[in-house]
């Protein structure tokens, strides 16, 4: 669910998983797929919430933090962050 929250919040207004709940449900079943779709709505729930995020379109309004590596990769090819941003 993280990796959705993190695409949707980079601006994705959908995500692909179907590869990982068609590799679930072939190695361990209907209830373990059923369980890994679950999950991941859990996930995606608890990020909108700690984010403050009601709305799909919300999430992707969220102040943007990059640090490390990222943050390192991102300024080293000429740009600075926006932290706010309008979508």
């Not at 990059?66 to 941003?85: H, K, M, N």
């Amino acid at each position: 669910g993280w990796q959705a929250a993190q695409a949707i919040a980079l601006g994705a207004d959908a995500v692909g998983m179907s590869g990982n709940i068609l590799a679930v449900l072939l190695q361990q079943g209907e209830e373990a797929a059923a369980a890994y779709l679950r999950d991941v709505i859990a996930d995606l729930k608890d990020i909108m919430v700690l984010t403050g995020s009601r709305t799909v379109r919300e999430l992707q309004q969220v102040p943007l933090i990059f640090t490390g590596d990222t943050l390192a990769f991102i300024q080293s090819r000429g740009y600075e962050p926006q932290f706010r941003r309008k979508r």
